[in-house]
């Protein structure tokens, strides 16, 4: 076998054990890296901090651990500004019944750190409620777009303390909501197709804000470019972007009086959150550069390998 | 009571391409009728399927299928996907050739079931069904890609059929596939993971080359009339763009002291006009006037009427 | 739950809570008359049988084209009475919905029995057989066995008066609940993650494999696939973008600025790739329709 013939048929094993040592290597180091965060990001942000404290928006959280890496770092952005601008919040899933478990876990993990941090700790029941699971994303969503009290009746949550669950509409987070427009609005944590489900049936009812895996990202960007949504926040890239903005604030001048992150799509300043903003995002930001590059060294070495032996078969004739 | 949610020109828009449909089923019924038949055109994709058949008869390898995953009950996409399916098992029946078919659910294991075993009673060959060549695998996504994968590298598949909703785990069959050399032929309605088949599949029928499908191998009349009606809504959906375009860019350029506020239209300082504010924009995405919506009033049921659960009140 | 009779007192089927003694009774006897059903449908003549699933069919179909075209009702609050005939039917149609969508779920979760049914046929025959796949089989049953096992033994005590907030907290859990965590979390999670994970390994391996200039066609996917992972990658992003701000010396509005990674990346994105997934969705979506549309009135498998 010729080099070049080598070149072409690497075996599988090598290109996976580059890709272990490449991902595993760079978990260890913390590493800055300058950025530009996209428009959806900044849009996502801009209306996320746009949201009057003290009202109640929706949380769907249509994911579970395997997809821990995108949409775990995009939950805890989330749940991080709705709880440091104390926004109340309801959280539903039609994705997957492990989906709740999943939320409330992240949940109290978050609210162990705003604890450590000097923060004051969100409160079941009073500043959030777990909705729970629905298993008919279909029907689950489009009974919320005809009547949002008949399509979450029934549902409980246990207040802090409490030994018995509650109905979730005596929660201070659903009590003064009637219908689905009364929402400010439904954020989506989806490595799901509810994606495409919920702006079919509650585009025109409340306004959208998705955080969506890598893959879903683009199909996405049609409903963000045509207005459908409000903000977009797309894989590992997005992530970081939010964890950028959620430090540098939009438009807002720095210590130093420097802009970090100027846009003309957001009209004045929209300031970053105070307190601890880098997560998950920022430390994977650099694995996912490093399994790229590896991406483009593999692509590039396939295809010296066929143009060298195109040459040999080509002198060989 | 108005058309709040939809608009009057999304209702209308729909039962136009619905009359398409069922016009172009009737004129593929009369020139059925004639002797004659509508055009379809060629599909590289679903020409392969014999290709893929007779290979793995050839190699006296299984050829196997799966319909996809769908939400908790069947669907119209693994619906689609079996009708496929029937005429992948059709031609695998007539070589004696093994099947497998992986469910995702169990409401679509039942029909698959149903389907094939009648597939190979019509072909007479009643007897060489085996039920067990049918297969729920199981229902949380990638414990069923885990299972799928393991029965491609244990069985050897020779053919591979992945047609219907794919997500994550496209890939991951596709690739499993690829590694025991088996020729594949895909397809996922879902649009996100349609690259990854075209990078890792031979044959990829792309959008709705799927559900063009059931009419090229069959050429059953109400196919072939659907599929040419579905052509019909493209020529439509086509004009409307294409107008909506030169609607918004003409309008665009025009100013205006006229704004929208609560659904109603008022006077406001000059400005450009939004896009938001074009006709064709405001055709297909209505304004709920609120003060028509708070002028309807209702009277009150008796409080032992009150039995739904409904705004303004809780459940139990 | 039924949504729709969640308010009636006293308690019916449709909303008797757990405790509720004639509940089992209902359960049994809408078993039995489900069962009924069935055996009447099995032991009907094909013609019938067909004829009254086209009838079902179009029935459940009907309900939603119905809730799709009617008018729903506007500012409707608890207690309203409809205004008119039609007003009342929106209403209807309102609360009806989701009732009939459990109904849908209820449906599909009888058949899993199915499921269950198949994968015990096909694996305890393979167990009995012995060969090279049954320790395979072996632990899709034994893991099986032991998640409901567990899984239910679980779910039974936090359904204990007080005790889910109590098992919320690990300090004190049981011997079952630890053997329910490390099945369920410990592996079944964990193992889902990793069988995701793997996608990156196949996602590289694929576009080792696929990415090669053989064509016109595969050079121009090859050229816009590098600009896009290009762009994901910020560092790259960056320095780019200031390379081309020194070319255009500083200048925001010269012609130059079009070829930051961000620029072409976005100019990719926007004028081609959304075009072509808008196209694309717009054909899925008009099959689905007429699919949907063969399937309610029963012409797909009636062919000709």
Known sequence: ?317 | MQYLDTGWFGMLLTLIMVSFIFTNIMRAHSSHRKGSSLFIRRIAGLNAIDEAVGRATEMGRPVLMVPGLSDTTINAKSLQALNIFSYVARTAAKFSNPILVCCYNASVYTVAQEMIREVYQQEGLGDRFDPDSIQYVSDRQFAFAAGVSGMILRERAAATFFMGEFYAESLIFAETANSVGAIQVASSTEFNQTPFFIAACDYVLIGDEFYAASAYLTRAPVLVGSLVGQDWCKVALMLLVLFGALDVTAEVQLQTTRGRKDGKEVDVPIHRKRPADSISMRMLNPDPDTEVVKAVKREKLPPDQISIPSPGGGGN | MLNLFLDIDPPTIFNAHNNFQTLTTYIIGALLAGFGILFALLKAPPQTRRGIVFFVTFISGFFYVLLFIWPSPINRSKGDAPINGFDNVGFWLADAQPVVSTMTQIIGGFLIGLGIFSLMRIHLKRIVKGGGDAPFSFTLVLSMILMIIFGFWDFHQRQQPGAGPLLDNQANWGFVNYAKDYLFDGMLQEMEAAMFSIIAFYILSAAYRAFRVRSIEATILLTTALIVILSLMSVVEYQWGEMVNSVAGGNKNSFVQNFTLTNVAGWIRASVQQPSIRGIDFGVGIGLLAMSLRIWLSLERAGE
């Open chain 1, 1 to 317: 076998m010729s080099i070049g013939e080598k070149l072409q048929s690497l075996p599988k094993w090598i290109l996976f054990l580059c890709l272990i040592v490449t991902a595993s290597v760079l978990q260890f180091f913390n590493i800055p890296l300058p950025n530009k965060p996209q428009d959806p990001a900044i849009d996502y942000y801009a209306f996320a901090m746009s949201i009057p404290p003290g009202s109640t928006v929706l949380v769907s959280s249509d994911w579970t651990n395997s997809t821990h890496g995108e949409s775990g770092p995009q939950f805890d952005a989330l749940m991080r500004i709705l709880m440091r601008r104390n926004i109340k919040f309801a959280v539903y899933t039609t994705a997957d019944g492990q989906a709740p478990q999943v939320a409330k876990d992240e949940i109290r993990r978050l609210n162990e750190q705003r604890v450590k941090d000097g923060e004051r700790p969100y409160r079941p029941f009073e500043d959030y409620v777990m909705v729970g699971y629905f298993p008919s994303a279909e029907g689950e969503n489009l009974a919320m777009s005809i009547n949002l009290r008949s399509a979450f009746a029934g549902k409980k949550d246990f207040p802090e303390g409490a030994k018995e669950p509650v109905d979730i509409w005596q929660s201070p987070v659903l009590k003064d909501i009637k219908d689905i427009s009364d929402v400010k609005a439904l954020f989506l944590i989806s490595a799901s197709n509810t994606d495409q489900i919920i702006i079919e049936r509650l585009a025109a009812k409340v306004p959208l804000v998705y955080a969506v895996t890598g893959i879903s990202a683009p199909q996405n960007f049609n409903y963000y470019s045509s207005g459908q949504l409000k903000g977009l926040v797309g894989g590992l890239k997005g992530i970081y972007d939010l964890e950028y903005l959620m430090t540098s604030g939009v438009n807002h001048p720095g210590a130093d009086g420097k802009i970090a992150v100027a846009s003309t799509r957001v009209p004045g300043d929209v300031p970053p959150l105070p307190g601890r903003n880098q997560g998950l995002g920022t430390a994977y930001f650099p694995t996912l550069h490093a399994a790229l590059a590896l991406m483009i060294l593999a692509i590039i070495i396939g295809n010296v390998g066929m143009f060298m032996a195109r040459k040999a078969q080509g002198a060989s004739k």
